[in-house]
């Protein structure tokens, strides 16, 4: 027998399109692909097949199934026969062994668990009452009720408790709730309740189509207006990307992946026969989501909101694709604009065009250098150069990186092997593993000039979102370093002063062991990118000390034009005094606190409250039970040794 794995592997990799289109001429017709049906013999296209779906259909004769159907009945072949067959066009190695048994998945009841809270969700959504709001927020979106079912759509009411209660009902308990992320028990309360309530509701699934997780969007005032689940044994946020089951196969056959901000511009352009569209489930793309991008195409095309958040995630995405040898595009939209209205308003033609029109990320890069005049003296032309070096070392694919270093070479008038040189002497792979500094923008505070900086090791400059007003020529000198002063000193009584959101002064360096969520929070408040870069792994809710949790969240979601003066005036009096001692404490720099270092605590902070529950349940478990505990225990350890290998596995990070 085929291992069932094997056959999962086969089908998920294979493109239906492509292996019908092999016997039946195919034509696209919106979202499916329309011919006559081979089984009949008929002349008009009344044989659909569904590559979101994998299926196939006649609505004259009624022969329908998965790829692996259609090959049995057109080839005459048996099932081992088919699969191997399937196989073959997708590169799988399908071996025909003697039936093992099969240990059962021990994620399994998570995946259960989600999907029913999947169907439940979708049950209040069509409910005639309960769900009335959201629907008619969805239509207001220009989302009706097919595409409500097609992307599985929901509503979550306001009742803390009904979705709990539904679920118990089905055999679920808490503590499975609790692990699956649909409950959460806050501090100083007794019983656990829904995480998600009054939201409409987006199921998020891996590339094999499980649930594994939720994305709640607030229909009103509610903050933040976008909630996710928590990582848990089956979601890893920085590993999942949205929609990658329903788009992996389009990737495979067009060539190409495009990558949008959110759940709404993913289904816009899908319902419009743009299929090929994932979304990563935070600002910016992470390795390990470039890494599975590539696996189904290497041409990627860039295409979010044309905002400031948009044009800095746009060119953090772009470096980690080319570190996964991917060819990289940016895609420029109209000044307010985002895929989902430009879509509604223009339609699939419309988009299709600013796609065709796509420019290289490098090419984006020094074409906005070139517009704010940065290579037209010697002092900005270096810096400009130290710009865009690190693009060239992420670009890990030969061919790539030459051109990249020939067109560096024609913007500055360096000779191309002298660029080379300096490429090489400072390695990419370094620079990402040390956490270089924030990228300082053209016009703001610490602009290069004087003496010649040193080579610049942060990532891309994080570019506005109207980039033909902010690059019209290079900002002036800044004032000697005796001069500067801190960006913002707080008064002793009340706060009116604002602070700028980059640190002007030399600060010393911080503790190694400071308690890892006090040392991120500091870090945020010198460069709230910071508070972006957490949050795609660990969302305030993983914060253990309420006090730091509230600062958290509130420079998360505080408007991009907020100083910390209209962030302090939404705290708690706890929360505010954190606040004045955080910054009373000093200056500090966020290249020393190592981020990297104190998002590895984080993680090894989830695995290590896994193995204290694996611990008490082995104390009860049966023998087979405590065997597979062991080995999740082990394996938890292990991974806990590489997050920090400097410690104990048991050793816990400071709160």
């Not at 668990?113 to 439940?120: D, H, N, P, R, V």
Request: hydrophobic share 35%; charged share 30%.
């Amino acid at each position: 027998m085929i291992a069932d794995e094997t056959v999962e592997r086969v089908r998920q990799a294979a493109d239906i399109v492509e292996v019908i289109s092999e016997f039946v001429p195919l034509k696209r017709s919106g979202g499916t692909w329309r011919g006559p049906c081979p089984f009949h013999q008929g002349k008009n296209a009344n044989f659909s097949v569904s590559p979101s779906h994998g299926s196939y259909h006649c609505f004259v004769c009624h022969e329908s199934g998965d790829v692996f159907t259609f090959v049995r009945k057109r080839l005459g072949l048996d099932w081992p026969s088919a699969v191997k067959y399937v196989g073959e066009k997708v590169g799988i190695e399908v071996i025909d062994a003697p039936r093992r048994a099969q240990a059962p998945d021990p994620n399994a009841p998570n995946h259960e668990a989600l999907a029913a809270a999947a169907e439940w969700f979708q049950q209040q959504l069509r409910h005639e009452e309960t769900g009335r709001a959201a629907r008619e927020y969805l239509l207001s979106r220009d989302l009706d009720p097919h595409a409500w079912h097609q992307f599985g759509l929901g509503f979550a009411p306001r009742d803390a408790q009904a979705l709990r209660r539904y679920l118990h009902s089905l055999g679920y308990d808490d503590a499975r709730q609790m692990e699956a992320g649909l409950l959460v028990l806050r501090e100083g309360e007794s019983e656990p309740r829904i995480r998600f309530r009054g939201r409409v509701m987006f199921p998020i699934q891996d590339e094999l189509g499980r649930h594994v997780a939720f994305g709640g969007r607030a229909m009103g005032d509610d903050q933040p207006k976008y909630l996710n689940s928590p990582e848990s044994t089956v979601f890893q946020k920085r590993r999942t990307l949205y929609g990658l089951h329903i788009a992996k196969q389009a990737m495979r056959r067009v060539s190409r992946a495009i990558v949008v901000e959110g759940y709404l511009d993913a289904i816009r352009l899908s319902l419009a026969g743009i299929e090929e569209v994932v979304a990563p489930l935070g600002t910016a793309l992470t390795e390990e989501q470039a890494q599975l991008l590539t696996r189904y195409a290497t041409s990627a095309f860039l295409l979010y909101d044309s905002d400031e958040a948009g044009q800095k995630a746009t060119f953090r995405s772009g470096l980690e694709l080319l570190r996964a040898k991917a060819s990289v595009q940016v895609v420029s939209l109209p000044d307010g604009e985002d895929p989902d209205t430009f879509v509604r308003t223009h339609g699939r033609a419309a988009m299709e065009a600013h796609l065709g029109n796509a420019i290289d990320l490098f090419d984006r890069q020094v074409q906005l250098l070139e517009r704010r005049g940065w290579f037209s003296d010697l002092r900005h032309r270096r810096t400009a150069i130290d710009k865009l070096l690190p693009t060239i070392r992420a670009a890990r694919e030969p061919l790539t990186r030459d051109l990249y270093l020939a067109r560096l070479a024609e913007a500055t008038k360096v000779d191309k092997a002298t660029l080379s040189a300096e490429a090489d002497a400072q390695p990419e792979s370094g620079l990402r593993r040390s956490g270089g500094p924030r990228a300082v923008l053209p016009g703001e505070g610490g602009d290069p000039g004087g003496e010649v900086p040193p080579p610049y090791d942060g990532p891309f400059p994080e570019y506005g979102g109207d980039s033909d007003k902010a690059y019209r020529e290079p900002a002036p000198l800044p004032p000697p370093a005796s001069e500067q002063r801190p960006a913002w000193t707080p008064r002793k009584k009340g706060y009116r002063q604002g602070p700028e959101w980059q640190a002007t002064n030399v600060p010393p360096r911080p503790r190694r062991d400071e308690p890892v969520e006090r040392a991120l929070v500091r870090a945020m408040l010198v460069d709230r990118g910071v508070a972006e870069r957490v949050a795609e792994r660990h969302p305030p809710d993983s914060f253990r000390d309420s006090r730091y949790r509230e600062v958290f969240e509130a420079l998360l979601h505080a408007p991009i034009g907020d100083d910390l003066e209209q962030v302090a005036e939404r705290l708690a009096p706890e929360a505010l005094r954190l606040l004045r001692d955080l910054t009373e404490a000093g200056g500090f720099d966020v290249v020393a606190a190592d981020i990297g270092l104190n998002l590895s605590k984080l993680d090894a902070r989830v695995l290590e409250a896994r193995v204290d529950d694996i611990r008490a349940a082995m104390r009860t478990a049966t023998r087979e039970e405590h065997d597979a505990l062991m080995r999740e225990r082990l394996d938890l350890e292990t991974e806990i040794r590489r997050l920090l290998p400097m410690r104990s596995p048991r050793g816990k990070p400071k709160a």
